[in-house]
């Protein structure tokens, strides 16, 4: 599903999903400002194990509108709060290889120590948050479901279980 991308903007913050590669610099070239003396890059990427199991990759789907409406919401909270020149949140759906990016998240601002704090609570507001749902691939195992958040164990669900995200495409 090559150069698919759905994405939001307002003021200066920007928000988006797709089936890409992500690319860090675009997404820092997105929040740079001559008022900026800081700016906070988060690549979140997909690591080989979990509880000791090995990765073999993770599926990354979303209710894409209702996704992209949240993380702006974020975005223009966070912006507000920390005072920022910019704030860029980008969440890639569809198969992330073991060693790719999953997310980026990066912030300006004036400040070192707001850029930090405000990337830190963006990556934490968009995992509680955000309808962004990963599975998890295992070598030579049925892969689990899990919230997209660090640490939760998922459980193991028939594939006839009407609690499985249903996969929606990037024009809903």
Same mark, same amino acid.
């Given at each position: ?7 939001? /903007? ?6 988006? =999903?797709?089936h890409?590669? #992500? ?13 900026? +003396? *800081?700016?906070?890059? $988060? ?6 194990? $979990?509880?000791? @199991?090995?990765?073999?990759? =993770?599926q ?5 509108? #209702? ?5 702006? %919401?974020?975005?223009?909270?966070? !912006?507000?709060? /920390?005072? =920022? ?5 980008? !969440?890639?759906?569809?198969?992330v290889?073991? +060693?790719?990016? %999953?997310? =980026? ?9 707001? *850029?930090? @704090? ?9 995992? %509680? ?8 691939? $295992?070598?030579?195992?049925? +892969? ?9 164990? +998922?459980?193991?669900?028939?594939? %006839? ?5 249903? !996969? !929606?495409?990037?024009?809903?």
């Amino acid at each position: 599903m090559g150069s698919e991308v759905t994405e939001l /903007h307002e003021d200066a913050c920007y928000v988006a =999903l797709t089936h890409d590669h #992500l690319n860090p610099q675009t997404i820092m070239d997105r929040v740079r400002s001559p008022q900026a +003396g *800081a700016i906070v890059m $988060f690549a979140g990427t997909t690591r080989d194990n $979990f509880a000791g @199991k090995p990765v073999k990759e =993770l599926q990354y789907s979303a209710y894409n509108a #209702l996704a992209l409406r949240t993380m702006l %919401s974020i975005c223009k909270g966070i !912006h507000q709060k /920390h005072g =920022l020149k910019g704030i860029a949140m980008v !969440h890639r759906l569809g198969t992330v290889p073991i +060693g790719e990016e %999953s997310i =980026l998240i990066a912030v300006s601002s004036p400040h070192r120590q707001a *850029a930090w @704090k405000a990337g830190e609570e963006a990556l934490e507001e968009c995992k %509680s948050r955000v309808e962004v749902w990963k599975r998890e691939e $295992f070598e030579g195992e049925d +892969g689990i479901w899990r919230a997209n958040r660090d640490g939760v164990q +998922g459980e193991k669900i028939a594939p %006839s279980d009407p609690t499985i995200p249903a !996969h !929606h495409d990037s024009s809903a």
